[in-house]
């Protein structure tokens, strides 16, 4: 690859960096606009986690709740932008609590369990793999009709038991995720630190001797001797686009 290509890249590959950089700033610095207003207890060092890294950021997130909405239904499910929210909690819920926001509904109410999730932006494309995290093990059933309740109390505390257990197995998972993450971060850490002795170290990254014109008077040079190596930018510190195999 030429040299002005090499360095072309490097350069571009740093506006991504600074313009990331300032994108993460203006998103972490705008106020929460979730229905709490806040990060979730059981994700904050998650969240946390990931903000502290410079290639990361989070966009929302949720550490996972019951809900009691109140709205139509379609066969898509219930449509939360265009819904009551009867009940909210990202606790443990109780059969009273949940009858007294079913006496409000109106329409049809759907109870539901929603697992975690986290947005997050990456600024690299190998990490996007990662954008949206989501937990699978979710739960939502239609509990009225046009404001008639259509099961009995005694199903509604069967589902309450089967979404409060899902709520701690999700906590579980939070914290595995949690674990996992932060094992591979570490490792992220240690082999970048690895590659950049090795780049130090390597014979190829120091600027190549220019020919003495004194030595090479007078002799024939064989002709397949004299041509420039075919990878001229291993020989520019800093610029060697394998050097970054992430970044492209």
């Known amino acids: 690859m030429p040299k002005w290509r090499a360095r072309t890249l490097n350069s571009s590959r740093m506006d991504r960096s600074a313009e990331f950089k300032k994108w993460k700033a203006q998103c972490l610095s705008k106020a ?32 996972g709740r019951i809900l009691l909405l109140d709205g139509g239904i379609n066969g ?16 443990p819920c109780v059969k009273d609590d949940m009858m007294v926001a079913l006496k409000k509904a109106n329409g049809d109410a759907v109870f539901k369990f929603e697992p975690f999730v986290l947005h997050v932006q990456c600024r690299q494309l190998q990490d996007a793999q990662m954008l949206a995290v989501r937990s699978t093990h979710g739960l939502e059933v239609p509990l009225s009709h046009k404001g008639k309740l259509m099961v009995t109390e005694e199903y509604i505390e069967f589902l309450l038991n089967i979404a409060n257990q899902k709520m701690e197995e999700n906590k579980k998972r939070i914290e595995r995720f949690y674990n996992c993450l932060q094992l591979a971060l570490e490792r992220e850490t240690i082999t970048y630190s690895h590659t950049k002795i ?27 001797n004299d041509k420039e ?11 060697n686009v394998a050097i970054f195999p992430k970044d492209y």
């Open 198 to 224: 090795k780049e130090k170290n390597n014979p190829f990254c120091t600027h190549k001797k220019k020919r003495n014109p004194e030595k090479l008077r007078g002799k024939c040079i064989p002709e397949e």
């Open 229 to 239: 190596p075919e990878n001229d930018d291993d020989s520019d510190p800093g610029i």
């Open 76 to 91: 898509l499910g219930v449509q939360k932008q265009n819904c009551c929210w009867l009940l909210v909690t990202h606790i």
């Open 32 to 63: 929460d606009l979730s229905r709490k207003g806040s990060v979730d207890e059981d994700v904050i060092e998650l969240v946390q986690l990931l903000n502290a890294r410079e290639q990361f950021f989070t966009t929302s997130s949720c550490a």
